[in-house]
């Protein structure tokens, strides 16, 4: 029951419903359980069908960022073979 | 600012490497730790990463993993489903509930069973779904068995405001929604487990905010981190809780921060205080009766409330389980799951014998999709 895939906002229309795009899928979630005001392009995170909050994009990178550094944190040998099978990283393609 | 991706935010947070990498950094840190590290995660959703993604078998044997009560079909006792087969055999109903509750054994039956015996059950998506049943079946009484922690209360709140909004008078709520905080202290207090640290739920704290673990750390001297559900997410949280171990801290921290805060979704809490309050007795599958630990309707709803509607028909007496299923040892954290018997045996996914087998956050069911570790 627990998805915590970022969807991105792509419509809100008069009932406070938002059509969401989620990893290339589109759907109809309630907006009524937030309180800030939601603008197209914020991502949110879904729960059986309601927007539960707005995800910080800011957070969201800042955490990336962390595993960037264990990155370069690595063996140069090591981390040039992670890099260079990230360019051919299956996931890539089907986004 | 440049656009995040999602893909970027999938690519790195499952990305192998940065799971080896971060494997390693425990591994080291964990040499450190003065003591064996009884982890519980009490989120069905944390279990069902650590089994699927193999995180045990990258970590050393000194972080031993106690999957905790943190599945809301798992710890329905078997009065609470007979209610919701009892309602949907009265005559022209439709029961509705989420997910997997469909298919978890009652006293004599389950929903799936009485689906195909010809009732009107049905599984919905999203709650909201049962606005417009509701609308298209006027001649029909329509009543939500509502299931979930504090994550999806508030959705069945929403729910009910609309039903209010839109005056809609055939569709009622049979309220089974629990909290996570007194059930840890139940496990807590009943002392067995030996847990000295905790992998707090995120969605639950996405809506009540952080803040509910924070008495934790103080009443059980044991580290917090709210973690998000990936696999990135889930080891990044192993290592603040070893390195708080190795700083002799005990503190609550956010691993999960680009999505929880320490307040939570406060609309959401005030709508769920809008509705509901806590009850008095709730009884837990297998751990039994944890006082104020669940929700109801507040009196003022009672037109709304199945459970008051059709009181003169629900059955009131506590039933237990199968003698030969441990599910309720399991959800206390005293058990694996291939310490029962009938693990995998006469209880699998397709044969349920108890709870924790049926959804695919309870722990044996975890085990028995990924392969059971020792």
Redesign the interface.
């Given at each position: 029951m627990c998805l915590s895939i970022p969807s991105k906002v792509v419509e809100i229309d008069e009932c406070n419903m938002a059509t969401v795009d989620t990893m290339g899928i589109k759907r109809h979630v309630s907006l009524d359980l937030i309180a800030d005001e939601i603008h197209i392009g914020d991502y949110i995170l879904i729960h059986v069908g309601f927007a539960m909050n707005k995800i910080d994009e800011e957070e969201a990178l800042q955490s990336l960022e962390l595993y960037r550094e264990m990155l370069e944190a690595m063996e140069e040998e090591e981390r040039r073979q992670v890099i260079e099978s990230d360019d051919n990283c299956e996931n890539r393609t089907q986004a | 600012?440049?656009e995040?991706?999602?893909?970027?935010?999938?690519?790195?947070f499952?990305?192998p490497?940065?799971i080896k990498?971060?494997a390693k950094?425990i591994i080291d840190e964990a040499k450190h730790l003065k003591e064996p590290l009884k982890l519980m995660e009490v989120?069905?959703?944390h279990t069902h990463t650590i089994m699927k993604y193999g995180l045990k078998q990258l970590l050393p044997d000194r972080i031993d993993f106690i999957h905790g009560p943190g599945c809301?079909v798992c710890i329905m006792p078997k009065e609470r489903i007979d209610h919701a087969i009892t309602l949907a055999q009265m005559s022209d109903t439709i029961l509705l509930t989420?997910?997997?509750m469909i298919r978890v054994p009652g006293s004599k039956s389950s929903l799936a069973v009485e689906r195909a015996n010809g009732y009107d059950i049905r599984a919905l998506?999203?709650?909201?779904?049962a606005l417009r049943i509701a609308r298209e079946n006027p001649d029909k009484k329509v009543v939500f068995f509502a299931i979930?922690f504090e994550?999806?209360t508030?959705?069945t709140a929403?729910l009910l405001?609309?039903v209010e909004k839109q005056g809609i008078t055939n569709l009622y709520f049979h309220i089974n929604h629990v909290l996570v905080p007194p059930a840890v202290d139940a496990i807590m207090a009943d002392g067995q487990a030996k847990i000295n640290a905790f992998i707090g739920p995120?969605?639950v704290s996405?809506?009540s905010g952080a803040k509910i673990y924070q008495p934790l750390p103080e009443k059980y001297s044991t580290p917090v981190v709210v973690s998000?559900?990936?696999p990135?997410d889930v080891l990044?949280s192993i290592l603040m809780i070893v390195r708080q171990k190795n700083e002799a801290r005990c503190e609550m921290e956010i691993q999960y921060?680009?999505?929880v805060t320490l307040e939570g979704?406060?609309?959401?809490q005030e709508?769920i205080e809008k509705f509901m309050e806590p009850r008095v007795h709730f009884r837990w599958r297998g751990i039994g009766d944890i006082p104020y630990s669940a929700l109801a309707l507040k009196a003022q709803y009672a037109a709304y409330d199945a459970e008051k509607i059709f009181a003169d028909i629900l059955p009131t007496e506590p039933i237990d389980d199968h003698k030969l299923c441990i599910c309720g040892t399991i959800l206390k954290g005293l058990a694996k799951p291939n310490d029962c018997q009938v693990f995998g045996t006469a209880c699998t996914p397709n044969t349920p014998m108890g709870s924790c087998m049926v959804s695919s956050?309870g722990a044996c069911n975890a085990y028995y999709r990924y392969g059971a570790i020792k």
């Open positions: - | 600012m440049s995040l991706q999602l893909k970027d935010l999938y690519d790195g499952r990305d490497d940065v990498a971060l950094s989120c069905g959703g809301p989420l997910g997997d998506y999203s709650p909201l779904d979930g994550t999806t508030p959705m929403a405001e609309l995120a969605h996405v809506i998000g559900f990936e990135i990044q921060s680009r999505s979704n406060t609309k959401a709508m956050e």
